[in-house]
């Protein structure tokens, strides 16, 4: 596995019990003896402080703090060589979350780098070294949650909370010396299973069975940080399912947590799954907005309402989620995806940074009060399935821990963290990173729309694939035009922003081009600002991504990358560069022969 601590000795047979004894720990083995005094500081909690004394540093920070500020002291001395004077840091959310779709029979739901690294076989199957590694990795970069099992609980995950309590125990204690703190995706209908005859969230048996459930979760895993719950989303049960709001029937969660400091983060993900393709009347990616605002500040003060960052589900391009912009008295995390479901299934080169760096630029910094990721980890020998995707994992961290982090210099650190490439490489591999997201968009579906990949598996490019369906994903091309009207006039999507934003995107003739379907319904025939029409640039943009894979291709194939991550990294590539030329060529395709407009290039389009 080579990751970005690879320059790190091994913790194998080492011994450490808490954050503070293996912030010591690793200090010793990476840098001089004695050259770091560390001073505990409670009142810095995850926050550190280094400061130069004459032998040497001062290092402050609470139990975690100081953990954190000595990966920040080790990984910058190896990547920089170099350290401040002085230095503070602490992280801008309290929590910053992975979440792991994980499911007991050892499958991973969107899960690209092998099997469960939690489960096999309908049982706990951890192995303690890989743990303390996943452990290092996520302390290494701030991140302090785990939430190991898939939103979606099937049979047996609920035994995580029962007959698996003393396994949850164990894997807890595996990672509480490094921060690191465990959260479990439970079932709302569970009552239910145990003999309850509802789940309502107002009875007062049903209220008195989590309260009880807590109670025996609590009294194993002291430390645990909360529950993780999926309901009435995607024919998950609910709340709705008893006329109950989702204030509710969260609040009835979080109450049971309550007294135990944990937190109940509850997914906004809710929308109609059942949609007629002919009812224009609903408009997907207005759903969460209808369903939670009127629900402002009617949630319990540990509830934590997780919003994916775009309204539809993680496609490669979309708007900043509007709940995120207009909630206020609710505590929200934003939920970013490091799995690549729709971005190419860690097969295709897709570094995350620059888009989220896109998001944060909408989002007022004190918005939200947590960032979380669905997980791209798994238990193949490159924990991240392909070894520069877990580029995306160590720029999560960063991001969480300070969302105003440069992009390019935190990929850059992992590049040179994690390969020993020469300095030039090191820049031809950053700028490449760095691109990729814009490359696979320009390949895959056109400015804005998304949704033109295979259903179920969404790898791979079909236009209307989604089109005539029930999940309410729809680009409504046809001979004449594509895409949606959002705008007051059409589903009114764009009146759930700020005025600002309203503004920003509310004319074709001034919206981002990059949004430009997202937000409008327009001919093919209609000018873009650099002159030339949508069609045209639909085709050039698709025949650009296919030609900036194959120059990406070449470029990894120069990169001295060590084996056996060479390998796989070009046996990905070329891979990519198939993914590339089939969706430049169906895409083309599609839209040559919905709108009979010839490439006015003339380059090959099959017709
Ligand atoms: C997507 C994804 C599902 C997942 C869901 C969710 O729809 O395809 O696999 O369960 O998101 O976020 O809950």
């Excluded at 540093?57 to 001395?77: C, E, F, Q």
């Excluded at 003999?195 to 209220?207: I, K, Q, W």
């Excluded at 509830?303 to 993680?314: A, E, M, N, S, T």
């Amino acid at each position: 596995m080579n990751t970005w601590l690879r320059l790190l000795s091994s913790l194998d047979g080492a011994v450490f019990s808490s954050p503070e004894e293996l912030a010591r720990l690793e200090l010793s083995r990476a840098l001089p003896e004695d050259s770091f005094a560390l001073v505990p500081d409670p009142a810095l909690g995850d926050g550190w402080r280094l400061s130069r004394s004459e032998g040497g540093w001062i290092l402050r920070g609470g139990g975690t703090g100081l953990l954190y500020g000595a990966y920040s002291v080790i990984l910058r001395r190896l990547a920089d060589g170099e350290l401040p004077e002085e230095e503070a840091s602490s992280p801008r959310y309290s929590l910053r979350m992975i979440n792991c779709w994980d499911n007991m029979d050892g499958t991973v739901e969107r899960g690209y780098s092998g099997r469960s690294l939690f489960f096999e076989g309908g049982r706990c199957a951890w192995e303690p070294a890989r743990m303390r590694e996943l452990g290092r990795l996520l302390a290494s970069v701030g991140l302090n949650v785990l939430c190991i099992n898939n939103v979606n609980v099937h049979e047996p995950a609920q035994q995580l909370l029962e007959d698996s309590l003393p396994e949850l125990a164990r894997l807890a204690d595996v990672f509480r010396p490094f921060g690191v703190r465990l959260m479990v995706s439970v079932d709302f209908s569970r009552p239910l299973h145990a003999g309850l005859p509802t789940a309502d969230p107002l009875d007062p048996e049903v209220r008195a069975w989590w309260r009880g459930t807590a109670e025996k979760v609590y009294a194993a895993v002291p430390d645990l940080a909360g529950f993780l719950v999926k309901a009435d989303s995607e024919n998950r049960p609910g709340p709705y399912a008893y006329g109950r709001t989702h204030a509710e029937g969260a609040n009835m969660l979080a109450e049971a947590l309550a007294p135990f400091g944990g937190v109940l983060v509850w997914r906004a993900f809710v929308y109609n799954c059942h949609q007629d393709w002919r009812d224009t009347g609903t408009d997907r990616p207005k759903a969460a907005f209808e369903h939670y605002m009127p629900l402002d500040g009617q949630f319990a003060e540990n509830v934590i309402l997780q919003v994916k960052h775009g309204p539809f589900d993680f496609q490669v391009r979309e708007p900043l989620s509007p709940l995120l912009l207009a909630m206020r008295q609710t505590a929200m995390a934003m939920e970013l995806q490091l799995a690549q479901e729709y971005t190419g299934h860690q097969i295709d080169l897709y570094t995350m940074i620059p888009m989220w760096k896109e998001l944060f630029e909408e989002l007022p910094p004190n918005r939200i009060t947590a960032l979380a990721a669905v997980s791209n980890l798994g238990r193949d020998v490159c924990i991240t399935g392909h070894p520069l995707a877990a580029v995306n994992l160590y720029t999560f961290g960063r991001l969480a821990w300070d969302p105003a982090v440069d992009a390019a210099g935190a990929v850059r650190d992992w590049v040179r963290l994690t390969w020993a490439l020469p300095e030039a490489q090191e820049d031809v591999l950053t700028s490449l990173l760095l691109s990729s997201r814009r490359t696979y968009e320009k390949y895959t579906a056109p400015l804005g729309i998304g949704w033109m990949v295979n259903p179920h598996d969404h790898y791979g490019p079909n236009p209307s694939g989604y089109e005539y369906d029930q999940w309410g994903t729809y680009h409504k091309a046809d001979r004449n035009a594509v895409g949606i009207d959002r705008t007051h006039a059409g589903t009114g999507y764009l009146d759930q922003y700020p005025e600002a934003l309203r503004r920003k995107y509310g004319d074709p003739a001034s919206c981002a081009d990059l949004y430009l379907l997202f937000y409008h319904r327009l001919p093919y025939t209609w000018r873009m600002r650099d002159g030339r029409t949508l069609i045209q640039r639909i085709y050039d943009d698709h025949f650009e991504g296919y030609e900036e894979t194959k120059a990406l291709v070449e470029s990894l194939k120069k990169l001295d990358f060590p084996a056996p991550d060479r390998e796989l990294i070009l046996s990905r590539a070329e891979m990519q560069l198939t993914d590339a030329r089939e969706w430049c060529d169906i895409i083309n395709t599609f839209f040559h022969r919905l709108s009979g407009i010839p490439d006015e290039r003339g380059r090959t389009i099959y017709p």
